[in-house]
T-cell receptor
Framework: SQQGEEDPQALSIQEGENATMNCSYK?????LQWYRQNSGRGLVHLIL?????REKHSGRLRVTLDTSKKSSSLLITASRAADTASYFC???????????FGQGTELSVKP | KAGVTQTPRYLIKTRGQQVTLSCSPI?????VSWYQQTPGQGLQFLFE???????NKGNFPGRFSGRQFSNSRSEMNVSTLELGDSALYLC????????????FGQGTRLTVV
């Protein structure tokens, strides 16, 4: 399968704690993206990191990319109950719109 | 700008029937991609259309097909439905000019009985 892998599959934390999710992929990429999905609805784009970038920030989100290890991590700081959702990494391999998704991490943030 | 619109939101079909799903991308977006999401297989890429041409294709049987119109709206069709086709079908559009973030619709939940 082309799909990447994410871990953990599920993560339960308390509000205010940080949440870290990891993603690994198989071949060279153009960019890697993270998405959030609430309760089986559409996906919402969170952040995109290009293959020549190592770290990117957006608000409470921090993404790192290690192309030598073919892996990425998403850190959500000071989590809130509203962050409860499934998080997916997706890799893009060319200039087209095709994305290969990981299996996702289900995050539960308890108030 | 209006977001990506998928219709219908829910569908129930019988095995053997066929179904057509519709996706209207964000205005100005010429690339439309389709994905199937199931609990067992996760999110899987079906195909991508750009300027009315199929640009990328996933590993799905020929029962799954699509097309794109001159206004960038896209349809996907599944013929001879099987129980395993029950899934959330998601459509995404991207801006022209390169690999950038995708904007997803709310999906069509298809149930095959």
């Amino acid at each position: 399968s082309q799909q990447g892998e994410e871990d953990p599959q599920a993560l339960s934390i308390q509000e205010g704690e940080n949440a870290t999710m990891n993603c690994s992929y198989k071949t060279s990429i153009n960019n890697l993206q993270w998405y959030r999905q609430n309760s089986g609805r559409g996906l919402v784009h969170l952040i995109l990191i290009r293959s020549n970038e190592r770290e990117k920030h957006s608000g409470r989100l921090r993404v790192t990319l290690d192309t030598s290890k073919k892996s990425s991590s998403l850190l959500i700081t000071a989590s809130r109950a509203a962050d409860t959702a499934s998080y997916f990494c997706a890799t893009a391999y060319n200039q087209g719109g095709k994305l290969i998704f990981g299996q996702g991490t289900e995050l539960s943030v308890k108030p | 700008k209006a977001g990506v619109t998928q219709t219908p939101r829910y569908l129930i079909k019988t095995r053997g029937q066929q179904v057509t799903l519709s996706c209207s991308p964000i205005s100005g977006h010429r690339s439309v991609s389709w994905y199937q999401q199931t609990p067992g297989q996760g999110l899987q890429f079906l195909f991508e259309y750009f300027s009315e041409t199929q640009r990328n294709k996933g590993n799905f049987p020929g029962r799954f097909s699509g097309r794109q119109f001159s206004n960038s709206r896209s349809e996907m069709n599944v013929s001879t439905l099987e129980l395993g086709d029950s899934a959330l079908y998601l459509c995404a559009s991207t801006e022209p000019g390169g690999s950038t973030e995708a904007f997803f619709g709310q999906g069509t939940r298809l149930t095959v009985v």
